[in-house]
């Protein structure tokens, strides 16, 4: 069922970007009156092989375009009259170019047409984040929450951190939010490093320029801090059923103060003691009704004992913020282009050697794994707007058979006053489709190998 739900999301997700990025390309041609004879969300071929297993699982004919959906799930198209595009429809452009034809009309009407999805994709991306940004506001736990310090796993003290340690500012400047210590300043940005106060003393905390690597190496879900600062105040909260913790007698709202008589002041030091204890039987020393009680309890083989802690105190730390419409248009449209930022700056973290190209792309299957198991709305239309955000700029790349390969040479031509030949855009779109073949080989490969 959880992979049903992933799945189902992923699909939803590009049902929505593809077709509406086709749809951009397929309006922009209408409008300058080119004949537009397919319009398809996802492939009805063997992509990137146009004569291979041709067929579609749905498919209508109106006016003079073809609409349906192909079998093929990775990306879509508009086949536009006397254009060299997936189709390699060679014959069609051996013939005169006809009015009605993508080639027959002035190169800043083909421009536009190229651009068509990418602008699409934008304006949907902008209306995402704007919508997100005004219904839900925005909630976060402020710097100062984080009184007791952070916890770190090994992965942050193998980089210098210490569970405790305060982060007084990052690269030099103070932050509002805890959420900005593992933000793009510091997980893209070259030379990051950290102000922290420990043991009452200041000092710099230097990361590495390749800690995404050393993130991605380390295990999944995980980063080199915690996401919620060292907590102090915690409670039981939800016990899973037929747990150990059930079996001990652990109820909501005891407070576990010792394990094996140690006492226990943070849940970290809780989660320490318990990892120390896998498999083995331990004494609680709890609080209940503000009476010290001791229980006996089993440990998994994972360290847990199968609660959810409750920590009352953070709970009223978080702030919310609600934006006016003026206010969320802003902020929405800096977060939808602050996606395409933080892309160019992982992509010049890859071409310095800083991390590697097949531990930092996603495909298919990491991106049903980013939407997760449980239908949440909002997360559903965050990523699929980063998505909409990150597919305008990576079609918007100069590779050819990728809408920002056609807008170069459309570009040449206004330059230089007349067209490009056929033979080297075909020869182009050949180029591009070895190279998009080649590389969603080599994303499906990280996909499932290098996880």
Request: some cysteine; glycine content about 10%.
């Amino acid at each position: 069922m959880d992979t049903l739900i992933m799945v189902g999301q992923l699909l939803l997700g590009l049902t929505i970007l593809v077709g509406l990025h086709e749809w951009g390309h397929y309006i922009a041609a209408r409008m300058f009156g080119i004949k537009v004879e397919k319009f398809y969300i996802f492939f009805d071929f063997l992509f990137p092989m146009p004569n291979v297993l041709n067929f579609a699982l749905w498919k209508k004919k109106k006016g003079d375009t073809e609409f349906g959906i192909g079998w093929f799930p990775l990306g879509g198209y508009v086949k536009i009259a006397g254009m060299m595009d997936e189709s390699m429809d060679k014959e069609a452009l051996a013939k005169p170019a006809e009015p009605w034809e993508f080639r027959s009309k002035p190169a800043w009407q083909r421009l536009i047409v190229m651009l068509g999805g990418i602008i699409v994709n934008l304006i949907l991306g902008i209306i995402i984040f704007i919508v997100l940004t005004f219904v839900n506001g925005e909630t976060y736990l402020p710097a100062e929450a984080a009184k007791d310090g952070i916890v770190v796993n090994e992965l942050g003290r193998k980089i210098g951190l210490q569970t405790g340690d305060k982060i007084i500012n990052i690269n030099g400047k103070p932050y509002e939010k805890f959420i900005d210590i593992i933000s793009p300043d510091v997980l893209l940005t070259s030379d990051a490093y950290y102000t922290i106060e420990r043991n009452g003393e200041q000092m710099k905390i230097h990361l590495p320029n390749d800690l995404l690597e050393h993130i991605a190496d380390f295990k999944k879900n995980e980063t080199f801090i915690s996401l919620t600062p060292r907590i102090r105040n915690f409670e039981v909260g939800l016990i899973e059923p037929k747990s150990f913790a059930e079996k001990a007698g652990l109820q909501k709202g005891d407070k576990i103060v010792a394990v094996n008589g140690e006492k226990i002041t943070f849940f970290d030091e809780l989660k320490a003691k318990l990892a120390e204890n896998k498999l083995k039987t331990i004494e609680l020393t709890i609080l209940r009704n503000s009476k010290e009680q001791k229980l006996t309890c089993q440990v998994t083989d994972e360290g847990r004992i199968g609660f959810a802690p409750f920590f009352p105190d953070l709970e009223k730390s978080y702030k919310k913020v609600d934006f006016s419409v003026s206010q969320a248009i802003v902020l929405g449209t800096s977060r939808a282009f602050g996606v395409i930022f933080d892309n160019i700056r992982a992509f010049g973290k890859i071409f310095r050697g800083e991390v590697s190209f097949g531990k930092s792309v996603g495909g298919p299957v990491k991106i049903a794994e980013m939407y997760g198991s449980r239908w949440d709305w909002t997360k559903f239309w965050t990523l699929t707007g980063m998505l909409s955000m990150v597919l305008a700029f990576m079609n918007f790349l100069p590779i050819p058979a990728l809408d920002g390969g056609h807008v170069i040479f459309l570009l040449y031509e206004m330059l230089r006053g007349k067209p490009t030949s056929d033979k080297v855009l075909e020869v182009a779109q050949q180029v591009g489709m070895v190279i998009l073949l080649a590389l969603m080989g080599f994303v499906l490969f990280a996909d499932i190998f290098l996880k």
